[in-house]
């Protein structure tokens, strides 16, 4: 039997590493994390061979004083024990003061490090262990680790590693996740010589979007700022054509560090019902943030997982948020309008309060500026109105929109001649309608400006023509370079869905009286059913009671059809009433909303008059500018072929 022996230092030391630093990845992981912890806004991450031979990580952070050198290395060394509580600590839990350390226990490393207030800068190297004498460099403030031959001294280790393509992959996404999320520190990452990825630093995230994974996703995204009790939620999430076949381009922080939850990635998956095919999982970056205490500590560290403290209550808020985002270009089809309103102050006001002479110019100029008709509800009419209103002051911008870092000082200064040019001071308390109309005009102009650097054009470019039916179930269409066919029942189906949800979300029950109303019978259970959700059946448009033992009357439903469709309907209707599954209300409610709009919408192999065709086109577009470009089960509407396509196809281009 082996003998129990005391491991030496370095064994020990060995083996402890390897539970930290399991592959490269994890060593830039760790360089980086103090990089940006030195208040670096610089980095620059470079590899060699998947990280195994060679990495460098050079950041312009406030450098390691001469004298803390040797100690940044020893075990436990660590100059931010009091950031204990910060979740920083709690992501890298188990590193405290030990990352240096246990990298160069399986690896050479060699720090190259300056601070403001010395003249020259450090140079030292660690070789398995053993420290070298320090040499006085000429360098810039900032520090550079460079770490050589990973695991070169742990055969057992080395083992583990793959290929070194796959590697770099999982270098790359680390950096790239981190990148993400620190818009504000400019990114660098060259991988065998190359430049992968570099990202600006300027602070927007949609710019480090841009950066990393390109303009498709930086257009095509929408920004999530939301707030409850004290936790917020902010960041993107991309439009349903963003969409992958895994998670692998969603990204999760928790105050600022990246970190991994399933159920969070679950939660905002949740919010795209309706929105996405099932299998797609939608592009994200958010971050969530709240107080420290919430968070809970007891995950183990290396595995950048987490917990909250009120799990139920933050998945919620994140469910809020991420819906919040995805219906708020649709302001117009739901209690978002009026959230939207109310937020900035502007169309509840102008509804409630159109004496105050203030407001009812703002009003007035509006109208003047857009006609009322053919606008819905006032929301609609607000939204719509305001955009055009900003409209002639955001052409101005739109050609210098390259120049993004300007766009918020330009946006502040066109705003500001749009007040003094639409509002001159007169005889007015010139203070309060500045006031009013800029919280007005900074709402049009913000929704503009995004709208704008969504690339999307702000005025509508030419409409699109129909061109005709296809198998009497595919409209086709062409605008612009490009061709589309429309599944004409998933369109009119979507359409007709919308409509309901935001009669229902309105509380503006979209019931139609029936001539002859209808009896039917039924089951106790089926009668029960309808007393208990007399209320939400009567906000959905169908008014049904008791009638007499054992049946039931429906004197209006949403929409009008013949005896048997309804009668269908309504038994469809209670049958899910009764069995209920707990998805939470809204998406119960939206089941039975999709039954409705699925009863009523045009079918397929349904010929279609030019005026009906034009119509659903019409409706694809509106749907599409809200950002729904499915049928309310997840399959598409549309699909497109730009002439280019078919220009190759013909070989007339190659
Ligand atoms: P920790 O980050 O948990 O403190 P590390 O072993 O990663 O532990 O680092 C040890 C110490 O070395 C840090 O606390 C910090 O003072 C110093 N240090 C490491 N990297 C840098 C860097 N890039 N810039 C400035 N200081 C650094
Ligand atoms: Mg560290």
Not at 26 to 55: C, F
Not at 446 to 475: H, K, M, S, W
Not at 537 to 562: A, C, Q
Not at 599 to 622: F, T
Request: glycine share 6%; charged share 30%; with cysteine.
């Amino acid at each position: 039997m082996a003998k129990i022996e005391v491991l030496s230092r370095a064994v020990a030391d060995k083996i402890a590493a390897g539970e930290v630093v399991e592959r490269p990845a994890a060593v830039v992981k760790e360089l980086v994390e103090n990089s940006i912890d030195a208040g670096a806004t610089e980095v620059e991450v470079e590899i060699k061979n998947g990280g195994i031979t060679y990495i460098s990580v050079r950041d312009n952070g406030k450098g390691i004083p001469q004298d803390e050198l040797e100690i940044a290395f020893l075990r436990h060394a660590t100059s931010k024990l009091r950031e204990i509580d910060d979740l920083f600590e709690i992501a890298t839990m188990g590193f405290r003061g030990e990352a240096l350390a246990s990298i160069c226990a399986v690896a050479e490393v060699s720090v190259v490090s300056r601070t403001a207030d010395s003249q020259s800068g450090v140079c030292m190297t660690v070789k398995h262990g053993v420290l070298s004498e320090k040499e006085e460099v000429a360098c810039n403030v900032g520090t550079t680790m460079v770490v050589e031959n990973l695991f070169a001294n742990v055969p057992a280790r080395m083992k583990f590693l793959k290929k070194d393509s796959t590697e770099s992959g999982y270098v790359a996404d680390i950096v790239m996740r981190i990148a993400l999320s620190k818009p504000g520190i400019a990114f660098r990452y060259i991988c065998d010589g190359k430049e992968v990825f570099s990202t600006s630093g300027d602070g927007k995230l949609k710019n480090a979007i841009l950066n990393i994974y390109g303009m498709d996703h930086a257009k095509n995204i929408y920004e999530v700022d939301y707030r409850e009790h004290g936790v917020r939620v902010c960041g993107v999430v991309g439009k349903a054509e963003l969409a992958r076949g895994n998670r692998t381009r969603q990204t999760l922080m928790v105050n600022g560090r990246y970190i991994k939850n399933h159920v969070v990635s679950k939660v905002v998956e949740e919010a795209y019902r309706n929105i996405l095919m099932t299998g797609k999982f939608p592009f994200f970056v958010l971050d969530i943030e709240l107080a420290p205490q919430l968070v809970d500590v007891n995950v183990h560290p290396a595995k950048t997982e987490i917990k909250f403290a009120n799990e139920k209550e933050v998945y919620n808020i994140v469910h809020s948020g991420v819906k919040n985002a995805l219906y708020r270009p649709a302001e117009s089809i739901s209690e978002m309008t009026f959230k939207t309103a109310e937020r900035h102050n502007v169309t509840a006001d102008l509804r409630e309060d159109a004496k105050n002479p203030d407001r009812r110019i703002i009003k007035e100029f509006m109208e003047r500026t857009v006609p009322r008709e053919g606008f819905g509800s006032e929301a609609e009419y607000s939204f719509r109105a305001s955009e055009v209103f900003a409209k002639p002051y955001i052409e101005k911008t739109v050609d210098e929109k390259e120049e993004r870092a300007e766009d918020v000082r330009k946006a502040d200064e066109i705003r500001e001649k749009l007040f003094k040019e639409t509002f001159p001071p007169k005889s007015r308390d010139e203070e309060t309608l500045a006031k009013n109309c800029d919280q007005f005009a900074r709402k049009a102009f913000d929704d503009a400006i995004i709208e704008n650097i969504d690339g999307q054009p702000f005025c509508e470019d030419a409409a699109a023509r129909v061109v005709g039916q296809l198998f009497d179930t595919y409209i086709i269409a062409q605008k612009n370079e490009e061709v589309f066919l429309i599944d004409q029942h998933a369109a009119h189906e979507r359409r007709r869905f919308e409509m309901l949800k935001k009669d229902y979300l309105e509380k503006k029950p979209s019931g139609q009286q029936l001539l002859a109303p209808i009896v039917f019978d039924v089951d106790a259970v089926e009668l029960q059913a309808v007393k208990e959700n007399r209320q939400m059946l009567e906000d959905m448009g169908f008014l049904m009671e008791e009638f007499g033992r054992g049946s039931v009357i429906i004197r209006e439903t949403p929409l009008i059809g013949d005896e048997g469709e309804i009668k269908a309907l309504a038994v469809e209707v209670i049958s899910a009433l009764i069995d209920r599954r707990p998805l939470g209300m809204l998406s119960f409610e939206e089941r039975i909303l999709d039954m409705v709009s699925c009863k009523y919408a045009i079918k397929a192999n349904k010929k279609l008059s030019l005026p009906e065709m034009e119509g659903i086109v019409k409706d694809v577009e509106d749907l599409e500018r809200k950002g729904i470009c499915t049928c309310p089960h997840g399959r598409p509407i549309k699909l497109s072929f730009s002439k280019r396509d078919i220009e190759k196809g013909f070989k007339r281009i190659v």
